[in-house]
């Protein structure tokens, strides 16, 4: 039976989604199309190439996480990361990533949106400048653009740019105007709305994958007593405002929630045992989900 996936973000965390993958799969689900932010793009992307789970715990298991991250990530003077960040608006570049990304979607034949079949795969990122939450490849025709040659390992890496600790993505529009484009969790970080049609009959049945940090859930209930605790929070409010409504609507019987712990989005020197406690979260979680899924 062939169903949708929405992948959350939720950085090294991810790791958890092989394992919820795996017992899709091993309970017969085939994946038509799938959409994915930040994190959540990687595997997106890939399960839209054709990996299967296997294949994806193979990956990440084997993922040297370290080369993931230039050199200009281990500068060891503060006043010199604190330039860079100033002016280059990030820590590091972030080629790495989608050098790493283009090599295994070009394992599959897969360079650009053109070799995936129509609405395959829909990537979640922030347009800084023009204050705008951007799907990728639809909304690429706003900006002048062939959005069916577009590089689906760049779409992924403007998915992954986390603020500050990659440099924004550059994107210029028909006319040479150019826009930054960062993380897509900032605006929406579980776009569990994607393939909700409102009050009509959804297509096929979907699932959304979401990480669930419980230690940052507590958190957010302290009270505001500072100016960085505002900002956290600001930040917290816009990310989730744009996805709150459809995860109110589907919680109870379309999401299946990896709880996640002792874990932090930018973990990258990540163990072997972790990555396999992480996919045995998400394996577990789905199972438990599947005994009471009704679609």
Same mark, same amino acid.
């Given at each position: 039976?062939?169903?949708?996936?929405?992948?959350s973000g939720g950085g090294v965390k991810g790791f958890a989604f092989a394992g919820a993958l795996r017992v899709l799969?091993?309970?017969?689900?085939?994946?038509?199309?799938?959409?994915?932010?930040?994190?959540?793009?990687?595997?997106?992307?890939?399960?839209?190439?054709?990996?299967?789970?296997?294949?994806?715990?193979?990956?990440?298991a084997n993922m040297d996480t370290d080369k993931l991250i230039e050199p200009t990530a281990?500068?060891?003077f503060p006043i010199v990361k604190w330039m860079r960040i100033y002016f280059k608006m990030g820590l590091f570049p972030g080629n790495h990533l989608e050098k790493w990304m283009n090599t295994l979607l070009r394992e599959k034949g897969i360079?650009?949106?053109?070799?995936?079949?129509?609405?395959?795969l829909k990537i979640i990122v922030s347009d800084v400048t023009k204050g705008r939450l951007l799907v990728i490849p639809d909304d690429l025709k706003d900006y002048g653009l062939d959005s069916l040659h577009f590089s689906v390992a760049r779409a992924v890496r403007m998915s992954c740019t986390l603020p500050f600790f990659f440099e924004p993505v550059p994107l210029y529009d028909a006319d040479g105007v150019k826009s930054l484009i960062v993380d897509g969790g900032i605006l929406s970080n579980f776009p569990l709305w994607i393939f909700n049609r409102g009050e009509a009959l959804p297509v096929r049945p979907f699932v959304g994958l979401q990480i669930?940090?419980?230690?940052? /859930?507590?958190? &957010? !209930?302290?009270?505001? #007593?500072?100016?960085?605790?505002?900002?956290?929070?600001?930040?917290?409010?816009?990310?989730?405002?744009?996805?709150?409504r459809a995860i109110d609507k589907f919680k109870e019987s379309n999401i299946i929630g990896l709880p996640v712990d002792k874990v932090t989005?930018?973990?990258? /020197?990540?163990? &072997? !045992?972790?990555?396999? #406690?992480?996919?045995?979260?998400?394996?577990?979680?789905?199972?438990?989900?599947?005994k009471k899924w009704s679609y």
């Open positions: 039976m062939y169903i949708d996936l929405v992948f799969e091993n309970a017969g689900y085939q994946f038509k199309r799938t959409a994915g932010t930040s994190a959540g793009s990687i595997v997106a992307a890939l399960v839209a190439a054709g990996y299967t789970a296997e294949e994806l715990k193979q990956i990440m281990h500068i060891r360079e650009t949106f053109a070799d995936l079949p129509k609405d395959r669930v940090d419980n230690e940052s /859930q507590n958190l &957010e !209930k302290k009270k505001i #007593r500072n100016a960085v605790e505002l900002f956290r929070g600001l930040f917290n409010a816009m990310r989730e405002a744009h996805d709150e989005t930018k973990n990258f /020197q990540i163990s &072997e !045992k972790e990555r396999e #406690r992480l996919f045995q979260i998400g394996a577990d979680s789905a199972e438990q989900f599947l």
